[in-house]
């Protein structure tokens, strides 16, 4: 007995010493540009996403200061792995906010196509055949792939594909940047087939767990995010989340 005890202290000894720091830090995803023309981009996009609306863009400080922390969150890896957008006043942006990110990634990812860059430097050099070096196309492959498009989901969609369909319903779930819009509009529990599913719980702890960048945005405030799908769910979201709190703005569905 004696020695089997020495063997299982022995053995426990080398786990410990094996397994202290093995998990490294999951590596946040980050716009490869910085803060600064992040936040041109996005105001640019917001703008585009009003007026294509039909609606005046009303260039307030908030609404300014609102879209540089939201670049910041784009460019900075050390911020939390996604972001909330909330407050109970409706038409204040939240949503274009979200809508003026997925431009402004898809305008990114076209600016660093190398077939972009080759065709733009032709047209500069009047025509002329311009070819890429292998190291600018390989630092502009690197540049383009760090630019993740997020999916565009309302909540009610979510909820909604639970019944009509399951498999895109998981794609959404683990897709790698996913933006829940109007979260809170949705029924909270969904049924079928006698089941009772949570789909909107069952996609945020996913995303908790796996880490993955979300953007959210919610009339709800904090206290009835916790009402709506309980504490549990709004601890994760303060966990997980850089909050925007939008507390002020004329609404532009007027």
């Not at 007026?51 to 307030?60: K, S």
């Not at 906010?97 to 080759?118: S, W």
């Not at 292998?134 to 909604?160: Q, R």
Request: overall charge neutral.
């Amino acid at each position: 007995m004696k020695d089997i005890k020495d063997i299982i202290g022995r053995a426990v000894d080398s786990y410990g010493k094996t397994a202290a720091g093995t998990m490294a830090a999951r590596k946040r995803f980050r716009y490869p540009i910085d803060s600064s023309t992040a936040a041109g981009l996005l105001i640019s996009e917001y703008k585009n996403t009003v007026e294509a609306r039909g609606r005046n863009y009303l260039a307030d400080d908030e609404t300014t200061r609102r879209l540089q922390s939201v670049a910041n969150w784009l460019t900075n890896p050390h911020c939390k792995s996604s972001v909330l957008l909330y407050g109970s006043l409706p038409g204040t942006g939240k949503t274009t906010t979200a809508a003026a990110i997925a431009r402004m990634a898809k305008g990114l990812r076209n600016t660093f196509n190398p077939q972009t860059v080759f065709q733009q430097r032709c047209i500069e050099a009047g025509g002329k055949y311009m070819p890429l070096e292998d190291e600018e196309k390989s630092l502009l492959e690197m540049y383009e792939a760090a630019i993740i498009i997020p999916v565009f989901y309302t909540a009610g969609d979510l909820a909604n594909m639970i019944e009509s369909n399951r498999a895109t319903f998981e794609a959404a779930k683990r897709c790698s940047f996913l933006i829940i819009d109007d979260m809170g509009t949705e029924p909270v529990s969904v049924k079928l087939y006698g089941n009772e599913f949570f789909p909107i719980i069952e996609i945020l702890q996913h995303r908790y767990a796996e880490m993955l960048p979300t953007i959210i945005t919610t009339n709800l405030e904090l206290s009835r995010i916790s009402d709506h799908y309980g504490p549990r769910i709004l601890d994760r979201l303060r966990e997980m989340c850089e909050t925007l709190y939008y507390t002020q703005g004329e609404s532009y569905r007027r």
